[in-house]
C-alpha cells in the first residue's frame, strides 16, 4: 500500500452525509483546539450508473419534508431540536435551505394514526391546527379529498429543506470553525499499535485519528470501516424508495402557491401512506411535485452489489406507477408536463430510530435514518459528537432509544 498522504486527528468522522456533516459540525465548533477531519465524497457530476463511485447518499436531492408533528415522541423531539437551529445555522454560513411552507398530515377521520398524534402534540408542546373536512378543502383547492378526510397543519416551523444544501452548509460551518475536508472514500479502517486508527482510503490516503464516527449511510456494512465480527451481526438494512417527480408547467405554478408538503396516512388501506412535496425549483431550472411512498413500496436489500444496482437504477416501475396514479386521483386537475421516476436507499433499524453509541473503543456509529432523518440531522449529528466525546451516554433522552442492535447468530 502507497502512503500518499499522512494526517493526523483527534477525530475522524467518516461520511459525509446528512448526519456525518453535521456531527464534524458540532465537534468543531463546540471543542475549539480540537483536530477533526470528515472524510467522503461529493456528489457525483456524472449520473449515478457512469460515475464509477463505490457509495452514495441518500441526499441528492432538492426536497425533504421537515416537520415536528409525529407519532413517535423521539423523532418528534430530535427534529423540534434540529428544526430550530436552522436559522442559525442558514444565516452562519449564508446557505439557504429551509422554506417554510408548512405540512400537513391528511386521512380519514377514524383512523387510529390521529389519538397518537395528538398525544406526541401535547407532550411535546407542538402547536397545530386540527382541520375538518370542510377548512381542508376550501384550504387546499387542488386536492380532490373524501368526506371523511381530516388534516393535522403544521403551518409555522415545518415545510420542508433541501437536504444537499444543508449539508452544503454543515460543511461549511464546520471548516470554518477548522474541520479539514477529505474528499475521498474510505475502504479500511486498521489499528495501529499505540492503539490509534489508521484509515485507509480509495485513493491511498493514510490517515490516523484517535477517535472514529462512522456515518456512512446505506453503505454502512459494506466496508471494512468497523470490525468485521460485530459489522457480521449489526441489525441494519437497507431500504428501498422510489420517488416520482412531475414537472409543473409555468402556468400551473401559480395553483400551487403556498402548498404546504403533504403527508397521507391511511392504516387500513394498501399504499395508504404516501408523501407528496409542493413544486420546488431543481437545478434543472424546472419545478417539480415530488412523490415517495412508505413501507408498502420498500424492499429490503443486503447484498453490496444490489444496494449499488439499486443506486444504479431509476426505481420500481410499480412503484412508480401506483404513486402516479395517487397523483391522478388526489391532484385531478394537475397536468404534468413530464413524469420520472428516481431511487435511493435508506438504512433501515429495528427500533426505527438512529443507531448511536461505541461500536468498537474509540469508535462511534451513527446511521438508521429510517428515512426520518434528513430534517433531524442536525441533532442526530450533535448526539454522535456528545457520544464520541463523553465516556458515558450525555443525553436527556435514553441511550435505549438509539441503542445499537446485533443480530444473535
Ligand atoms: C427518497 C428519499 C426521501 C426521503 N425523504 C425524507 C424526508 O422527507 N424527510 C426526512 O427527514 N428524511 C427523508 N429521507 C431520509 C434522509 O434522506 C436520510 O435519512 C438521511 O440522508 C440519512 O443520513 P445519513 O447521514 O445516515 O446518510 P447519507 O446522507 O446517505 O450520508 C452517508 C454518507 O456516507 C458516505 N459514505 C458511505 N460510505 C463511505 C465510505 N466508505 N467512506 C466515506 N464516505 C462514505 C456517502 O457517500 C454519503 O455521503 C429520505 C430519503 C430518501 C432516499
Not at 418528534?76 to 430550530?84: E, P, Q, V
Not at 395517487?326 to 436507499?345: G, M, T, Y
Not at 433501515?348 to 462511534?364: D, K, R, S
Amino acid at each position: 500500500m502507497e502512503k500518499n498522504e499522512e494526517n493526523s486527528y483527534d477525530v475522524a468522522v467518516i461520511g459525509a452525509g446528512c448526519m456525518g456533516s453535521a456531527c464534524a459540525r458540532h465537534l468543531a465548533e463546540c471543542y475549539k483546539g480540537m483536530k477533526v477531519c470528515l472524510i467522503g465524497p461529493d456528489e457525483p457530476t456524472l449520473p449515478r450508473s457512469q460515475s464509477g463511485r463505490s457509495v452514495f447518499a441518500a441526499y441528492y436531492d432538492q426536497g425533504r419534508i421537515t416537520r415536528r408533528l409525529d407519532t413517535d415522541p423521539v423523532w418528534s423531539r430530535i427534529a423540534d431540536r434540529s428544526i430550530s437551529r436552522y436559522p442559525y445555522l442558514q444565516e452562519s454560513t449564508g446557505i439557504q435551505y429551509y422554506s417554510e411552507v408548512g405540512s400537513i398530515i391528511i386521512g380519514p377521520k377514524q383512523d387510529i394514526i390521529w389519538g397518537k398524534i395528538e398525544k406526541c402534540a401535547k407532550d411535546l408542546q407542538i402547536n397545530y391546527n386540527r382541520l375538518n373536512n370542510k377548512d381542508l378543502k376550501s384550504r387546499f383547492p387542488y386536492l380532490h379529498l373524501a368526506d371523511d378526510y381530516i388534516g393535522f397543519y403544521e403551518a409555522n416551523s415545518a415545510g420542508y429543506i433541501s437536504p444537499r444544501g444543508q449539508v452544503k452548509a454543515e460543511i461549511k460551518a464546520a471548516m470554518d470553525n477548522g474541520c479539514q475536508l477529505i474528499r475521498d472514500i474510505v475502504y479500511q479502517v486498521q489499528r495501529s499499535q499505540d492503539g490509534k486508527f489508521i484509515i485507509t482510503t480509495e485513493s491511498n490516503r493514510v490517515i490516523s485519528s484517535q477517535k472514529i464516527v462512522v456515518a456512512t449511510g446505506a453503505f454502512t456494512l459494506f466496508k471494512d470501516i468497523i470490525p468485521t465480527d460485530i459489522r457480521k451481526k449489526l441489525a441494519i438494512t437497507c431500504g428501498t424508495q422510489t420517488v416520482v417527480k412531475l414537472q409543473v408547467s409555468e402556468e400551473e405554478l401559480k395553483d400551487y402557491t403556498g402548498m404546504p408538503c403533504i403527508l397521507h396516512r391511511n392504516s387500513s388501506q394498501q399504499n395508504g401512506d404516501w408523501y407528496l412535496l409542493p413544486p420546488i425549483l431543481y437545478p434543472n431550472g424546472k419545478y417539480y411535485i415530488k412523490i415517495g411512498h412508505s413501507k408498502d413500496f420498500i424492499r429490503e436489500i443486503n447484498t453490496y452489489e444490489h444496494v449499488l444496482e439499486w443506486f444504479h437504477g431509476t426505481g420500481d416501475i410499480e412503484a412508480k406507477n401506483t404513486l402516479v396514479d395517487i397523483i391522478n386521483h388526489f391532484l385531478p386537475h394537475f397536468k404534468p408536463v413530464s413524469i420520472e421516476s428516481d431511487c435511493c436507499a435508506y438504512t433501515l433499524t429495528p427500533h426505527n430510530h438512529v443507531m448511536i453509541g461505541n461500536i468498537a473503543e474509540g469508535m462511534v456509529l451513527l446511521t438508521g435514518g429510517n428515512g426520518h432523518a434528513a430534517k433531524s440531522a442536525d441533532e442526530l449529528g450533535r448526539i454522535g459528537a456528545l457520544t464520541i466525546m463523553n465516556e458515558s451516554w450525555n443525553y436527556d433522552i435514553s441511550s435505549e432509544e438509539f441503542k445499537l442492535c446485533l443480530n444473535s447468530s
